[in-house]
Every structure is written in structure tokens, then in C-alpha cells.
């Protein structure tokens, strides 16, 4: 089953724009992260956010997290058109590490 | 550099046709995982291994073998491959514990006919 699900499903934007996306999940987690994936390729590691974080940032990135609800939310600042990409949730599940469930992802286009 | 191979990239075969995709990293990591995805789900966990010799199912194991016999190598096995198991495979590694990133091999692409 998919411990993430992400919402909205596709993103179109424009460059400077800013681009908000969400995570939702079931079980309780260890740590939620965040990756982005350019058309078929692998999966790139974006950034990070502990069980017993609220909120993180790195670069243009801010991850918030609340774990009352079981969900979080990625926001890119000041979007590019290299920004073009699948973003994708992670969690691993804290009762069993090792075990990762992703989300169905986001689609964001930046048009120039 | 750092990275996680996987062979072949594409790959096109019958039903019923033993295969193996490897898998490889030269980062010493102790985890790894294999995945696949399909249109509109996202990845799902095949199989991980926390260390050599230690493998547990993830989300969709059926119709799949791992095996872990060194550090750095963890193929995937289809035995019988079928249709539905057309899809595009990640390997992943990890250094163990919870807060470290997992890197992604490049992708192999299966087709089943």
C-alpha cells in the first residue's frame, strides 16, 4: 500500500513563482524525505526532515512537517525552469526500518 | 565517484524467461533496496537488505528473488517474468540508520512481452 500520497498530483508555474506541494501518510515515521526525479531517471535526495522536526531549509527548499496530522509540505522559492521535474515523498515506517514507502509524486513544470 | 550501477539499463524479453538485473555501489553502504514504478503509484519497495546475507520483502515481493552475498552487489531475480512485472527498476543504497539519504541507481527498463 502507499504510505504517501501527494497532493496536487501536477504543478504548472512560471519561473520566480513559487511551487507548494504536500505529503500525506499513515504509520508513524522515523523521518520524512523528499527527492526529485528528472523524467525516467534515478531518484535525487533533496533534503531531509526527523520525526521531531517542524521545519527545515535548504537553499530555495522549505520542508515543513506536522506530525499531529501526518502530513508535509515541500515549498521551492523562486522556481527556474531546471526546476522541472517529479518530486516524490519518503517515509520509513519507525516500527520497521528499512521499510520505505513513497508517494505517487508531484509533476512540476516552470515554464520560462 | 560515489554511485550505484545497474545492468542491464533496458531490457526486453518473454514471458517465462529467466532474468537478472545486477545492481552495484561503491560506497560501502550497508543497505539496499530494490524498486519499481509504475505510472501514477509512485515507487514500491521489492525487497531490501539491511546487510550482507539479510534480506526482508517490502510492499510487492511476489514473483521476485534477491540475494545478498557481498556488500556491494544485490541483484534482482525474475524467475518466470511476466507481463505485469513490466516496469522501471531502481537499486537504492544507504548507510544504515535513519537519517541518511538513499542514493538511486539510473533505472532499468523491463519490458515483458
Known amino acids: 500500500s502507499q504510505q504517501g500520497e501527494e497532493d496536487p498530483q501536477a504543478l504548472s508555474i512560471q519561473e520566480g513563482e513559487n511551487a507548494t506541494m504536500n505529503c500525506s501518510y499513515k504509520?508513524?515515521?522515523?523521518?520524512l524525505q523528499w527527492y526529485r526525479q528528472n523524467s525516467g531517471r534515478g531518484l535525487v535526495h533533496l533534503i531531509l526532515?526527523?520525526?521531531?522536526?517542524r521545519e527545515k531549509h535548504s537553499g530555495r527548499l522549505r520542508v515543513t512537517l506536522d506530525t499531529s496530522k501526518k502530513s508535509s509540505s515541500l515549498l521551492i522559492t523562486a522556481s527556474r525552469a531546471a526546476d522541472t521535474a517529479s518530486y516524490f515523498c519518503?517515509?520509513?515506517?519507525?516500527?520497521?526500518?528499512?521499510?520505505?514507502?513513497f508517494g505517487a509524486g508531484t509533476q512540476v513544470v516552470v515554464t520560462p | 565517484e560515489a554511485q550505484v550501477t545497474q545492468n542491464p539499463r533496458y531490457l526486453i524479453t518473454v514471458t517465462g524467461k529467466k532474468l537478472t538485473v545486477t545492481c552495484s555501489q561503491n560506497?560501502?553502504?550497508?543497505?539496499m533496496s530494490w524498486y519499481r514504478q509504475d505510472p501514477g503509484l509512485g515507487l514500491r519497495q521489492i525487497y531490501y537488505?539491511?546487510?550482507?546475507?539479510?534480506?526482508d520483502k517490502g510492499d510487492v515481493p511476489e514473483g521476485y528473488k534477491v540475494s545478498r552475498k557481498e556488500k556491494r552487489n544485490f541483484p534482482l531475480i525474475l524467475e518466470s517474468p511476466s507481463p505485469n512485472q513490466t516496469s522501471l527498476y531502481f537499486c537504492?543504497?544507504?548507510?544504515?540508520?535513519?537519517?541518511?539519504?538513499?542514493?538511486f541507481g539510473p533505472g532499468t527498463r523491463l519490458t515483458v512481452l
Open positions: 537488505s539491511m546487510n550482507v546475507e539479510v534480506t
Open positions: 519518503a517515509t520509513d515506517e519507525a516500527d520497521s526500518w528499512g521499510k520505505f514507502q
Open positions: 526532515i526527523r520525526s521531531n522536526e
Open positions: 537504492a543504497s544507504q548507510r544504515t540508520g535513519s537519517y541518511n539519504e538513499q542514493f
Open positions: 560506497m560501502n553502504h550497508e543497505y
Open positions: 504509520t508513524s515515521i522515523n523521518n
